[in-house]
């Protein structure tokens, strides 16, 4: 890349996202750059007005266009886009999330510098509601998903994955673009395929990408069975991207069922799941309490949601497993 400002085209799966779609559209239309820029956003069959919203946003702004996702999984929605298409920057956008102020400028100067095929940061989730803003806490921190960069920041350098991404559009056409089997985990499973065929994937905490968390526990659990689901397609798939930090939900389901079970029979083994129940709740409550104790008392339950659901996933697996 030799152009300062090289165009760069911004693909959009999007599916039921009637709530967020705009707002979403409307932080990569504001992005300041200074080079050619378009949207294209793959449109699946959704229950509720996305589509409708999309036409709008379409017939208003030249720069957005919209393509067919029949199926409306995500890795088709991603493929259909990259087809429509026209430019060799890629920016990866989700239709619940905001690009910060700066996001493609800072992007492909990092690209840029660094020579990386894919470049990315930090997933910035931020609720509206009591809940939401719980599931927020749980999700940028430790004790909910771990040490990713991408969750909790860290220093710029390589990475395993990043959230969403920017991409040469060379290193998508060498790996075959996203993988049409995974309905979840389609991100992280490319850029093991990149690094694999030695690609960089670069994290920089300088870039943030707002995300909306699910509105209720139920959709929270329904999000993280199928989480769980597809790292396990992953682990299978790819056995050398093992790590402690995916096995760690089913390993914590297990010990938790398995001593509730054996408690009664010999009261020592409830040891786990009460100690399991000790950590969520006091380190829950602790994460939680500058966001006040509405948000703080909710944040235990989203915890033990994310993990038992991550757990229970992974150890069911996907129906190829």
């Known amino acids: 890349m030799t152009a300062p400002f090289p165009p760069v085209s911004v693909i959009m799966p999007v599916l039921n996202e009637e709530r967020h779609l705009a707002e979403a559209v409307r932080s ?3 992005q300041e750059y200074a080079g050619e820029l378009e949207v294209v956003v793959a449109v699946g069959p959704s229950r509720d007005r996305t589509q409708q919203v999309a036409e709008q946003i379409a017939e208003t702004d030249p720069r957005v266009t919209l393509v067919a996702n029949p199926s409306g999984r995500t890795p088709d929605g991603l493929n259909a886009a990259l087809a429509a298409a026209r430019h060799e920057i890629i920016v990866r956008m989700d239709g619940h999330g905001e690009l910060s102020e700066g996001y493609i ?5 990092v690209m840029q510098e660094t020579g990386a095929a894919n470049v990315g940061g930090v997933m910035l989730a931020e609720g509206q509601t009591d809940f939401e ?7 940028r921190s430790r004790l909910g ?3 990713a960069r991408f969750h909790i920041g860290g220093p710029p350098g390589p990475a395993e994955t ?3 991404g920017v991409f040469q559009r060379d290193w998508l056409r060498r790996v075959g673009g996203y993988d049409s089997a995974y309905s979840r985990a389609q991100d992280w499973e490319m850029n093991w395929r990149i690094r694999r065929m030695g690609g960089t994937v670069w994290f920089d905490p300088e870039l943030e990408v707002t995300y909306r968390p699910r509105p209720d526990l139920r959709a929270l659990a329904r999000q993280y069975f199928t989480t769980g689901q597809w790292r396990r397609r992953v682990m299978r798939q790819h056995p050398a991207s093992v790590s402690a930090r995916y096995l760690a939900p089913p390993v914590a389901l297990v010990a938790v069922v398995a001593g ?3 408690g009664l029979v010999w009261r020592p083994l409830l040891l786990a799941p009460l100690g399991y129940a000790a950590a969520v709740t006091v380190g829950g409550i602790a994460m939680g309490a ?10 235990p339950a989203v915890l033990a949601t994310m993990h038992m659901s991550w757990g229970a996933g992974f150890l069911r697996g996907t129906r190829d497993d």
């Open 145 to 147: 998903l771990g040490s």
């Open 105 to 109: 400028a800072r992007s492909v100067q």
């Open 260 to 262: 509730a079970a054996g």
């Open 28 to 30: 990569v239309l504001a």
């Open 133 to 139: 803003q719980a599931v927020a806490v749980a999700m």
């Open 162 to 164: 990043v959230f969403l």
């Open 290 to 299: 500058r966001r006040g104790p509405r948000v703080a008392l909710r944040v």
